[in-house]
């Protein structure tokens, strides 16, 4: 039946003993650091807008977030710039592409896309207000501080191995330089931010808890702040839903049917609108960059518990 949740530590147990043994697929080993991720370690945690939380395995191990921090961002940029501003810079439309490529920022307008694919989200990294780059950092990690309702910190490892190694990223920066995108020539700056905001540590809960905040239109399930306006959390969630999961946002959207992202270190947050974030994490990923366990244990909810946003309550 449609959204009757009574049994869901249950279910969460059962699919995490189901898919432990589940081994396919490879860390991101593309930045040095995340392919020492221990690919044992698997959590699914879920934390409704009231505050309940279930959960099972390894929640409490820690990873970065890389782009599962990219709506977030996004929506802190729309609170400081406005809806205009946004869009002069960064679309809103699904690629079809991978997270990384290059290739549609030379055609059309020189826009990005969207803000969830990495040429978006480092538009998205030269729009963050602040007085220095110490100040901006500071105001993204406190932003997520506020959604997860504790401290965090930067994984500097992961930022350093990153920074050294994102030839990609650095490609598509300048290029976006070059178009008149970004529109200053600190460069190795905005890169920075964005290396340091995909470096932010968490844990499964934390994800579940972001998820769930941006399910309760902003509204923190624990400390119960107000930590982004109503219509922000909406256009993240929009966001989410056409762009979340790249070149297979559309698959996503016909097998599980819920605003998601993921991020390569092997975390993955969905949001059932005004019901609860859900989180899965696990670092073995496919090609496309999502983790392969969280999909699978996505797809049994989605079925079970008739999840999809277009979901009929008679299901
Ligand atoms: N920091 C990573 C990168 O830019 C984030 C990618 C991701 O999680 N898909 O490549």
Redesign the pocket.
């Known amino acids: 039946m449609k959204n009757n949740f009574s049994d869901i530590q249950n279910t969460i147990e059962e699919l995490h003993c189901k898919y432990l043994p589940f081994k396919d697929g490879h860390t991101a080993d593309y ?1 040095p650091e995340l392919a020492h991720a221990n690919t044992n370690h698997f959590g699914i945690a879920v934390v409704t807008t009231e505050g309940e939380v279930f959960k099972v395995g390894n929640c409490e191990a820690s990873f970065t977030l ?2 599962t921090s990219k709506p977030f961002v996004y929506g802190l940029a729309l609170e400081q710039n406005g809806q205009e501003k946004m869009l002069s810079k960064v679309g809103v439309e699904p690629t079809g592409d991978a ?2 490529s290059i290739i549609e920022l030379e055609k059309q307008s020189h826009r990005p896309y969207n803000p969830m694919i ?1 040429s978006g989200a480092i538009a998205v990294s030269s729009l963050i207000q602040g007085t220095s780059f110490h100040d901006k950092i500071a105001t993204i990690i406190k932003a997520f501080e506020s959604y997860v309702g504790h401290a965090l910190v930067v994984d500097e490892n992961v930022f350093l191995s ?1 920074k050294k190694t ?1 030839h990609r ?1 650095r490609a598509i920066a300048h290029l976006l330089r070059h178009f008149g995108i970004i529109e200053e020539d600190n460069i190795e700056e905005i890169l920075d931010l964005y ?1 340091k905001q ?1 470096s932010i540590l968490v844990n499964t809960i934390d994800l579940a808890t972001i998820a769930a905040t941006i399910a309760g239109g902003g509204v923190q399930p624990f400390t119960k702040n107000q930590v982004v306006h109503s219509n922000t959390a909406r256009d993240i969630l929009s966001l989410m839903f056409t762009c979340g999961m790249y070149d297979s946002t559309g698959e996503w959207a016909y097998t599980v049917g819920l605003p998601a992202k ?4 092997g975390g993955l947050l969905a949001a059932l609108p005004g019901k609860m974030g859900i989180a899965v994490y696990s670092p073995l990923i496919d090609e496309r ?1 999502h983790s392969l366990r969280a999909v699978k244990v996505f797809q049994e909810l989605a079925k079970k518990y008739s999840l999809s946003v277009f979901s009929h309550e008679d299901n």
Do not use: L, M
């Open positions: 930045i890389q782009s997270f990384n990495n990153e994102a990223n290396f995909c993921s991020g390569v270190s960059g």
